[in-house]
C-alpha cells in the first residue's frame, strides 16, 4: 500500500514538473562551453539559456560528446527547447538529411 502511494506521488510530481516546462523553438546561434551557456535566436532576438547537469539532449542524458557537439554547431541550425524559466531541461534536434542538400537540382548536366 505505502510503495503504491509513494509510486503515484512520484508519478505526480514528474508530470507537474513536465506541465510547468516550456517548450522553445528557435535557430541556434553559439554555445559558451564555459560558462555552459546556450544562446538561441527567436523573433530575430537572441535569448541565452543555462546547461545543467540535470539537462538531457534528444530524452538521453547529455554528456561531454553531446554537449561539444553545440560547440561545433553552425549558428541558424534549427534547435527546440525544453526549459525551466531559464534553465535547460532537454535539448531537440533533428539529425539525418533534409531539404535539398546534397541533391542536383538539374540532371541534364
Known sequence: MLRTVLCSLGCLVVCVGV???DEVKGKFAKYDSDKKVLTITVDDKEKDYKI???TTFN??????KSLGFL??????????LDVDKDTVTDIKLRFGKGGDK????????
Open 19 to 21: 506541465m510547468f516546462a
Open 71 to 80: 560547440g561545433k554547431m553552425k549558428a541558424g541550425r534549427d534547435i527546440t
Open 102 to 109: 546534397g541533391k542536383d537540382k538539374d540532371k541534364n548536366n
Open 59 to 64: 530524452g538521453k542524458e547529455a554528456n561531454e
Open 52 to 54: 545543467s547537469d540535470k
